[in-house]
T-cell receptor
Framework: DQQVKQNSPSLSVQEGRISILNCDYT??????FLWYKKYPAEGPTFLISISSIKDKNEDGRFTVFLNKSAKHLSLHIVPSQPGDSAVYFC???????????FGTGTRLKVLA | EAGVVQSPRYKIIEKKQPVAFWCNPI?????LYWYLQNLGQGPELLIRYENEEAVDDSQLPKDRFSAERLKGVDSTLKIQPAELGDSAVYLC????????????FGPGTRLTVL
C-alpha cells in the first residue's frame, strides 16, 4: 500500500511560469515532510522541508504548502527555470524516526 | 564540504555472483542509510546505522543481503548471491545529529544483474 503518492508522473511548464507539484499521503501520523530533487545519474538532493506544525515554508523560489486535513502537500516553484528540470520526490516521516517514505516522483520539464 | 561518496557508480554482474557497494558519508555524520531505488519508484530504506550499530534493518532481505559499518564511518552493502530482481540503484545517505531530519544522498550505484 503506497502511503505517499505522487499521482502526476510528469509535468511540463514554460520558463518563468509557476510549477506546482503535488503529493498525497494516507497516514495522518506523519509529521515531517520533505521534497528532494533528482537529476539523472545523481542522488536525490534535499530541497525543502516542512513540519506538521506549519502550513507553509518558503525558501527563495521554492514554497511548500501543507494541508493536513486533506493529507496533501504541494511544492511551488516560482519562477520556473530550465535548470529546475528534474524528478521531484516528496517524502514523509514520523519526526525522530528518520525513516522516510518516498513517493514515486514527478518528472518536471521546464521549457525555455 | 565533500558530499556522500559511493563506489562503484555502475556494476554489471551475472546472477548468482556476489557484489559489494561502498559508501563514505559526510564527515561527522553519525547516521548512515542504505536505500534501494527501483526504476520509476522512490527510494526504499534497507538499513539505518547509528554510528556502528544497525538500529533499523527490518527491510533488509537478510538471506542474501548484509551490511556493515566498521568504526562507525564507511559502510559496505553486500549481496550474495545476486538475483535478476536485484537490478536497481543502491543509494547511501547520511545525516548529522544536529540536523537528523535531513538526509543527504550520494550519487548511488547502479547495479545490473544479467
Amino acid at each position: 500500500d503506497q502511503q505517499v503518492k505522487q499521482n502526476s508522473p510528469s509535468l511540463s511548464v514554460q520558463e518563468g511560469r509557476i510549477s506546482i507539484l503535488n503529493c498525497d499521503y494516507t497516514n495522518s501520523m506523519f509529521d515531517y515532510f520533505l521534497w528532494y530533487k533528482k537529476y539523472p545519474a545523481e542522488g536525490p538532493t534535499f530541497l525543502i522541508s516542512i513540519s506538521s506544525i506549519k502550513d507553509k515554508n518558503e525558501d527563495g523560489r521554492f514554497t511548500v504548502f501543507l494541508n493536513k486535513s486533506a493529507k496533501h502537500l504541494s511544492l511551488h516553484i516560482v519562477p520556473s527555470q530550465p535548470g529546475d528540470s528534474a524528478v521531484y520526490f516528496c517524502a514523509a516521516s514520523f519526526s525522530g524516526t528518520y525513516k522516510y517514505i518516498f513517493g514515486t516522483g514527478t518528472r518536471l520539464k521546464v521549457l525555455a | 564540504e565533500a558530499g556522500v561518496v559511493q563506489s562503484p557508480r555502475y556494476k554489471i554482474i551475472e546472477k548468482k555472483q556476489p557484489v559489494a557497494f561502498w559508501c563514505n558519508p559526510i564527515s561527522g555524520h553519525n547516521t548512515l542509510y542504505w536505500y534501494l531505488q527501483n526504476l520509476g519508484q522512490g527510494p526504499e530504506l534497507l538499513i539505518r546505522y547509528e554510528n556502528e550499530e544497525a538500529v533499523d534493518d527490518s527491510q533488509l532481505p537478510k538471506d542474501r543481503f548484509s551490511a556493515e559499518r566498521l568504526k562507525g564511518v564507511d559502510s559496505t552493502l553486500k549481496i550474495q548471491p545476486a538475483e535478476l530482481g536485484d537490478s536497481a540503484v543502491y543509494l547511501c545517505a547520511s545525516s548529522s545529529a544536529t540536523s537528523a531530519d535531513t538526509q543527504y544522498f550520494g550519487p548511488g550505484t547502479r547495479l545490473t544483474v544479467l
